[in-house]
């Protein structure tokens, strides 16, 4: 829990500037920021079916300190220089350290937690990691317009601060008795039909929860015309998520957690929507506000399936296959996010993107259907 509250500052006051500080300050297109955060998706989640088979066979705790620290490194680099070169190095380097911690943290706590009580510890998780967006809003409006590079630099020590806390820290976690041969591994993840389906629909969320770092962003400027106003996104985000996110879970949990799912996704839609047609701060607050419900109903839902269909001695190749969904759910939404951005407004059609993420949401909420008589387990099927 202490290095989720450490990596949700250091993530969160670094990435929903550096589009901002691309965009303005270095004179990119959105199109190059949006690539260069596709990019950094990509080399994040796309490996992490790899890195989870790695952690499941070497253990939790080295798989951890890697990762932060290639993480740090990556996030210090973006105050090395203004080349497209190095930044999209910096962006690939930082992606590989996430590749390496994020399926291995969720399978710790997985395995460091009781079933019964699984869901409920991800939801506090969850609150532990908006109370550091808070700080983290607070950090980056601060020092964004003083020194992004600053903030670089102190984003990376945060971020190597994890590494050397997990180290020496958390207890080893190996999971595998025998080691299990890679093949056996793959072939279990990939032959979970109703694991593999699940997957697939949670590309949509991805693409829509993605839009916090390019067009979300971008929109809130466009109403204040302040580079500092990207905080509010956070704190109004992260609040909601501290004082909402445990009783959402514990109402979530009395229903079938797909048709929870499902209801995620109509709210996010509809944010979205709310976003795009904001005209004042307040309808834009409206907005964050369905979005960040939306996400508050899927999230401890989607960690609940993934930990309940994932074999014990698979816990973090299964995470990393979930994380495919935002390899490519998210890689797709930044990487055609600047562009939807840039022709819409040629186009005369503005809110082209928004119109975008809610068909994804009806998509997304139509893929999910079948999966209520297909999952198994408490609320699966109900």
Same mark, same amino acid.
Request: net charge positive; proline share 4%.
């Given at each position: 829990? +202490?290095?989720?509250?450490?990596?949700?500052?250091?993530?969160?006051? &670094?990435?929903?500037?550096?589009?901002?500080?691309?965009?303005?300050?270095? +004179?990119?297109?959105?199109?190059?920021?949006?690539?260069? &955060?596709?990019? !950094?998706?990509?080399?994040?989640?796309?490996?992490?079916?790899?890195?989870?088979?790695?952690?499941?066979?070497?253990?939790?705790?080295?798989?951890?300190?890697?990762?932060?620290?290639? @993480?740090?490194?990556?996030?210090?680099?973006?105050?090395?220089?203004?080349?497209?070169?190095?930044?999209?190095?910096?962006?690939?380097?930082?992606?590989?350290?996430?590749?390496?911690?994020?399926?291995?943290?969720?399978?710790?706590?997985?395995?460091?937690?009781?079933?019964?009580? !699984?869901?409920?510890?991800?939801?506090?998780?969850?609150?532990?990691?908006?109370?550091?967006?808070?700080?983290?809003? &607070?950090?980056?409006?601060?020092?964004?317009?003083?020194?992004?590079?600053? &903030?670089?630099?102190?984003?990376?020590?945060?971020?190597?601060?994890?590494?050397?806390?997990?180290?020496? !820290?958390? $207890?080893?976690?190996?999971?595998?008795?025998?080691?299990?041969?890679?093949?056996?591994?793959?072939?279990?993840?990939?032959?979970?039909?109703?694991?593999?389906?699940?997957?697939?629909?949670?590309?949509?969320?991805?693409?829509?929860?993605? *839009?916090?770092?390019?067009?979300?962003?971008?929109?809130?400027?466009?109403?204040?015309?302040?580079?500092?106003?990207?905080?509010?996104?956070?704190?109004?985000?992260?609040?909601?998520?501290?004082?909402?996110?445990? $009783?959402?879970?514990?109402?979530?949990?009395?229903?079938?957690?797909? !048709?929870?799912?499902?209801?995620?996704?109509?709210?996010?839609?509809?944010?979205?929507?709310?976003?795009?047609?904001?005209?004042?701060?307040?309808?834009?607050?409206?907005?964050?506000?369905?979005?960040?419900?939306?996400?508050?109903?899927?999230?401890?839902?989607?960690?609940?399936?993934?930990?309940?269909?994932?074999? $014990?001695?698979?816990?973090?190749?299964?995470?990393?296959?979930?994380?495919?969904?935002?390899?490519?759910?998210?890689?797709?939404? *930044?990487?055609?996010?600047?562009?939807?951005? *840039?022709?819409?407004?040629?186009?005369?059609?503005?809110?082209?993107?928004?119109?975008?993420?809610?068909?994804?949401?009806?998509?997304?909420?139509?893929?999910?259907?079948?999966? @209520?008589?297909?999952? $198994?387990?408490?609320?699966?099927?109900?």
């Amino acid at each position: 829990m +202490s290095n989720s509250f450490l990596m949700s500052i250091g993530f969160y006051a &670094l990435i929903p500037n550096l589009s901002v500080y691309l965009t303005h300050s270095l +004179s990119w297109s959105p199109l190059l920021a949006g690539v260069l &955060l596709m990019v !950094r998706q990509f080399s994040q989640q796309g490996p992490m079916m790899l890195t989870g088979m790695i952690s499941d066979r070497v253990g939790y705790r080295a798989t951890l300190t890697l990762g932060f620290l290639l @993480r740090g490194i990556g996030f210090a680099m973006f105050a090395l220089g203004t080349s497209p070169l190095l930044m999209f190095v910096s962006a690939i380097i930082a992606g590989i350290g996430g590749s390496l911690f994020e399926p291995t943290g969720d399978a710790a706590l997985t395995t460091l937690t009781d079933a019964t009580w !699984r869901s409920r510890t991800y939801a506090v998780k969850k609150v532990i990691d908006n109370l550091g967006i808070v700080v983290s809003a &607070l950090i980056g409006s601060l020092l964004v317009n003083v020194s992004f590079h600053l &903030l670089s630099v102190l984003s990376g020590a945060l971020f190597a601060a994890a590494g050397i806390i997990t180290y020496f !820290r958390l $207890p080893a976690i190996n999971v595998q008795v025998k080691p299990v041969a890679w093949t056996h591994m793959w072939k279990t993840v990939t032959r979970d039909k109703p694991f593999v389906h699940f997957v697939a629909v949670m590309i949509g969320y991805f693409f829509m929860f993605m *839009q916090l770092y390019l067009a979300i962003p971008a929109r809130i400027v466009e109403i204040t015309h302040e580079a500092s106003s990207v905080s509010i996104v956070f704190l109004v985000l992260s609040g909601m998520m501290i004082v909402l996110q445990v $009783p959402i879970n514990v109402l979530v949990a009395k229903f079938n957690v797909i !048709r929870s799912v499902q209801t995620g996704f109509l709210l996010m839609g509809t944010g979205l929507l709310v976003l795009g047609s904001a005209a004042h701060v307040t309808v834009f607050v409206c907005g964050i506000a369905l979005f960040a419900i939306g996400l508050m109903t899927i999230e401890p839902a989607s960690f609940d399936v993934t930990s309940r269909l994932a074999n $014990p001695e698979m816990t973090a190749t299964y995470f990393g296959f979930y994380y495919l969904a935002m390899a490519i759910g998210g890689g797709i939404s *930044q990487g055609t996010g600047g562009l939807l951005m *840039q022709v819409g407004s040629s186009i005369g059609l503005p809110g082209l993107i928004w119109w975008i993420g809610a068909f994804v949401a009806l998509l997304s909420m139509a893929g999910a259907g079948p999966l @209520r008589k297909s999952l $198994p387990g408490k609320g699966a099927a109900e």
